[in-house]
């Protein structure tokens, strides 16, 4: 009888050690798991096992930057005086932020780049060949 109690208050330890795992199935797996621990003679923690970094929480980027993307990258290129000397193509722009490390395709630069010019903060004037170039004000 001893060894049902043995095995009964073993059963209990891993139901207690597994109860604040939510998901049935991992909590199937943990029980199992802390059950054949026990069972060999270990000693598991009474406590539920501490997630994996795959099933932890992401965290939020902690940056005392402004947020990134290809607005942000062109408008640290306007501050750096990027546009001032002539105007640039959205292909030497591209170029620039390939220097910088930033690989953004074309077709994702010509919104930031309109925008910044509704705002007044560039300026676009079509060349001749029909391309249009972006400059400050």
Same mark, same amino acid.
């Given at each position: ?13 891993? &139901?207690?050690?597994?109860? %604040? ?5 991992? !909590?199937?797996? *943990?029980?199992? $798991?802390?059950?054949? =621990? ?37 408008? &640290?290129?306007?501050?750096? %005086? ?5 105007? !640039?193509?959205? *292909?030497?722009? $591209?170029?620039?932020? =390939? ?39």
């Amino acid at each position: 009888m001893a060894a049902d109690q043995d095995y009964a208050a073993l059963i209990l330890q891993a &139901e207690k050690a597994v109860a %604040g795992v939510k998901d049935p199935d991992l !909590k199937r797996i *943990a029980f199992q $798991k802390i059950l054949d =621990e026990l069972l060999s003679g270990g000693s598991a923690k009474t406590q539920a096992p501490k997630p994996t970094k795959a099933a932890a929480k992401p965290r939020k980027a902690t940056t005392t930057t402004s947020k990134g993307g290809p607005k942000a990258y062109i408008e &640290e290129m306007i501050a750096d %005086g990027f546009f001032r000397k002539k105007p !640039k193509t959205l *292909a030497e722009v $591209k170029a620039e932020l =390939e220097n910088r490390g930033h690989h953004i395709p074309l077709t994702n630069l010509s919104t930031p780049m309109q925008r910044l010019t509704q705002r007044r903060i560039l300026r676009r004037s079509k060349l001749d060949s029909g391309v249009f170039a972006y400059s400050e004000w």
